[in-house]
């Protein structure tokens, strides 16, 4: 079953068409992932998902209704964005960013509901930022920031969660651990996640659905076992490579070809292929 | 011990932090002390009992005189004024995203200046009288920010409107405006070039009751205005996407919140003249303070701005007494330091 949708969905930058005629689904439930070269407009599909580019033609649909016709507040309670690599103001707290994940549920008058102590200290919780509530945004590390953000995002209890590159700039323990809270929010509580990353090996072992993105449009889906091939990474990277199985995981791991050292027991094709 | 107070009932409900309560508290008494002082200061010294007996009902015909006529409408223009450049440049600095933006730095104050001074080279006459009612320069220069303010922002409208863009028009304008007041001072008639160099530099000199009634309902309609609206500075702070992303519609949240923003430096200048840089340290200091949360940070703006005016009128009656210095003089001599400071930082 899907929760978000294009319909004959094309966007564009001034002129040059980014994507064209595209009819997308995004399964319930589930973690789907976006995959693409650099600029080959998948951060621009997430960002109108979430209704922050407007489509030039076509529309998306939110639990089946037309989102650019509905309140903005009220798809705020549905559906999150986390854009990428956000900077919160100089002297922001955590818990003041967090709070802020409230505002779609807010007016002047109400400011601090029971529901939204709740909601923030879950957040908070799930996060494992509880401990850092009081610290300065600015001063955490980057894998404690994004954290926040991402507890910012939880906060505002939406069923759909989209993120774009959630784990640029962050070094590997980080990203594990990023993608990790995502995995458990997703199979504890049922949410839908959908995220751009760069990393193909992380992508497939996180996605129960791989999206690639080329040419306007989406050159395979479905998932990673499936979908993932040597063929595929060629078409859409212009890139050679092996793919053989994750000894850990068991997912599809993508092994690049190109220059290197090669060491005693490596094959003496992988630099020229 | 928590550092916060939940107020909850059924219409309402707040999370107050406490130190930002008592920064608040604080600085109302500071800003009180500072008027009563200020108020005794002057060619007959009044003690601060004294003032406070006078304003109270209870002091003696001399005291109440000079308090009442001549030295309360001058403190209160100070403190309103003060207050209100701050606020502007709170608003500023959340809706354009960057610590160094102020109403300055968007061509308002520009703006004002450059029609004050047309109206008062226009309207001066040989032996430098106005020919028309001083009543009307504030009304020029409010219009001149309000003009000023309209064509930044429909220059800076693209698809909607980013901050860069605006800032960058912001100055640009302003450049212009400043470079056509001073052709105005040249060109214009050389008895109207002291008057017009002091209203550019900003002074409380001489107010009256009279416009401390004009300036007023600005301020209270705008400042509680502008405290309902501190969530959507928040949201707005945290950038366009993800206040979108909230459900907060930015682009007319962002008109309203600038449409605000000039108001409170227009309506100010319009009354102490250009009065430079309050809109920048005011808020900046508040920052530091207090985080920066609007809802502590637009209160604690506000009393920061108020005592920085204060302070560089008290300053400038006394420091060169019996020559009167202009407050702005004062305002831009530690505005013009603290704001290379903030650029170095800000690139360091």
């Known amino acids: 079953m899907s929760i978000l949708q294009t319909e004959s969905l094309t966007l564009s930058y001034g002129?040059?068409?980014?994507?064209?005629?595209?009819?997308?689904?995004?399964?319930?439930?589930?973690?789907?992932?976006?995959?693409?070269?650099?600029?080959?407009?998948?951060?621009?599909?997430?960002?109108?998902?979430?209704?922050?580019?407007?489509?030039?033609?076509?529309?998306?649909?939110?639990?089946?209704?037309?989102?650019?016709?509905?309140?903005t507040k009220e798809v705020a309670k549905e559906l999150a964005i986390l854009p990428q690599g956000p900077v919160a103001p100089e002297g922001l707290t955590v818990l003041q960013l967090v709070k802020q994940g409230r505002y779609p549920y807010q007016s002047w008058l109400k400011q601090w509901s029971a529901k939204d102590e709740e909601a923030v200290t879950r957040a908070l919780k799930a996060t494992n930022m509880l401990e850092f509530a009081e610290r300065n945004v600015d001063s955490l590390s980057g894998g404690q920031r994004q954290r926040a953000w991402i507890a910012m995002t939880l906060?505002?209890?939406?069923?759909?969660?989209?993120?774009?590159?959630p784990t640029t700039y962050l070094d590997m323990t980080h990203q594990i651990e990023i993608l990790d809270l995502l995995f458990e929010l997703n199979s504890r509580e049922k949410r839908t996640i959908v995220m751009?990353?760069?990393?193909?090996?992380?992508?497939?072992?996180?996605?129960?659905?791989?999206?690639?993105?080329?040419?306007?449009?989406?050159?395979?889906?479905?998932?990673?076992?499936?979908?993932?091939?040597?063929?595929?990474?060629?078409?859409?990277?212009?890139?050679?490579?092996?793919?053989?199985?994750?000894?850990?995981?068991?997912?599809?791991?993508?092994?690049?070809?190109?220059?290197?050292?090669?060491?005693?027991?490596?094959?003496?094709?992988?630099?020229?292929? | 011990m928590s550092k916060y107070i939940t107020a909850r009932s059924k219409r309402y409900s707040y999370l107050i932090e406490k130190k930002a309560m008592l920064t608040i508290?604080?600085?109302?008494?500071?800003?009180?002390?500072?008027?009563?002082?200020?108020?005794?200061?002057?060619?007959?010294?009044?003690?601060?009992?004294?003032?406070?007996?006078?304003?109270?009902?209870?002091?003696?015909?001399?005291?109440?005189?000079?308090?009442?006529?001549?030295?309360?409408?001058r403190i209160l223009i100070a403190v309103i004024a003060g207050a209100s450049l701050s606020l502007a440049g709170a608003i500023l600095q959340g809706v354009i995203r960057n610590p160094l933006a102020s109403p300055d730095m968007l061509g308002i104050?520009?703006?004002?200046?450059?029609a004050a001074v047309t109206f008062i080279t226009v309207f001066s006459n040989q032996s430098n009288n106005l020919t028309v009612s001083i009543g009307y320069l504030p009304?020029?220069?409010?219009?001149?920010?309000?003009?000023?303010?309209?064509?930044?922002?429909?220059?800076?409208?693209?698809?909607?409107?980013?901050?860069?863009?605006?800032?960058?028009?912001?100055?640009?304008?302003?450049?212009?405006?400043?470079?056509?007041?001073?052709?105005?001072?040249?060109?214009?008639?050389?008895?109207?070039?002291?008057?017009?160099?002091?209203?550019?530099?900003?002074?409380?000199?001489?107010?009256?009751?009279?416009?401390?009634?004009?300036?007023?309902?600005?301020?209270?309609?705008l400042a509680p205005l502008l405290f309902t609206l501190t969530r959507k500075l928040n949201v707005q702070e945290l950038g366009d996407d993800v206040a979108a992303s909230l459900g907060h519609s930015v682009n007319k949240n962002r008109f309203i919140l600038l449409l605000i923003s000039t108001?409170?430096?227009?309506?100010?200048?319009?009354?102490?003249?250009?009065?430079?840089?309050?809109?920048?340290?005011?808020?900046?200091?508040?920052?530091?303070?207090?985080?920066?949360?609007?809802?502590?940070?637009?209160p604690v703006s506000g009393f920061l701005?108020?005592?920085?005016?204060?302070?560089?009128?008290?300053?400038?009656?006394?420091?060169?007494?019996?020559?009167?210095?202009?407050?702005?003089v004062f305002t831009a001599a530690i505005g013009a330091p603290y704001f290379i400071y903030l650029l170095s930082k800000n690139h360091g």
């Not at chain 1, 505002?156 to 590159?165: R, Y």
């Not at chain 2, 002057?42 to 002091?59: A, C, D, K, R, W």
């Open chain 1, 15 to 71: 002129k040059k068409p980014v994507i064209q005629d595209l009819d997308l689904s995004i399964p319930k439930g589930e973690i789907t992932v976006l995959i693409g070269s650099n600029g080959c407009g998948k951060s621009t599909l997430l960002r109108s998902m979430a209704r922050l580019m407007a489509p030039e033609t076509g529309a998306i649909l939110l639990n089946g209704k037309n989102i650019a016709k509905r309140s």
């Open chain 1, 155 to 165: 906060a505002q209890g939406t069923e759909t969660i989209l993120l774009d590159e």
């Open chain 1, 196 to 273: 751009v990353l760069h990393d193909l090996n992380l992508a497939c072992r996180y996605a129960h659905h791989l999206v690639a993105i080329q040419n306007h449009s989406v050159a395979a889906q479905g998932c990673p076992e499936d979908i993932m091939n040597e063929k595929l990474v060629s078409d859409v990277f212009h890139m050679p490579c092996k793919i053989i199985e994750d000894p850990l995981f068991g997912t599809p791991m993508c092994i690049p070809y190109g220059k290197g050292r090669i060491a005693k027991n490596g094959l003496p094709t992988a630099q020229y292929a």
């Open chain 2, 25 to 73: 508290l604080i600085l109302l008494l500071v800003t009180l002390a500072i008027m009563s002082v200020s108020i005794g200061i002057g060619e007959l010294y009044i003690t601060p009992l004294e003032v406070i007996q006078s304003l109270t009902g209870m002091g003696n015909g001399i005291n109440d005189v000079v308090i009442q006529e001549f030295r309360l409408p």
């Open chain 2, 109 to 114: 104050t520009s703006g004002a200046g450059f």
């Open chain 2, 139 to 221: 009304v020029a220069a409010v219009t001149g920010a309000f003009i000023m303010g309209t064509v930044v922002y429909l220059l800076a409208w693209k698809r909607g409107i980013s901050p860069v863009r605006l800032i960058l028009i912001g100055v640009g304008l302003m450049a212009a405006a400043q470079a056509l007041t001073t052709l105005m001072i040249v060109l214009g008639p050389i008895y109207a070039a002291p008057q017009a160099t002091i209203w550019l530099t900003g002074s409380v000199y001489a107010t009256n009751w009279k416009d401390v009634y004009s300036l007023l309902p600005w301020f209270l309609v």
């Open chain 2, 263 to 298: 108001a409170l430096a227009g309506s100010a200048v319009a009354f102490t003249g250009a009065i430079g840089f309050v809109g920048l340290i005011g808020p900046h200091i508040a920052r530091r303070l207090v985080g920066s949360s609007f809802g502590a940070l637009l």
């Open chain 2, 305 to 328: 701005g108020a005592i920085i005016v204060l302070l560089a009128d008290l300053a400038g009656r006394t420091l060169f007494s019996p020559l009167e210095v202009p407050a702005g």
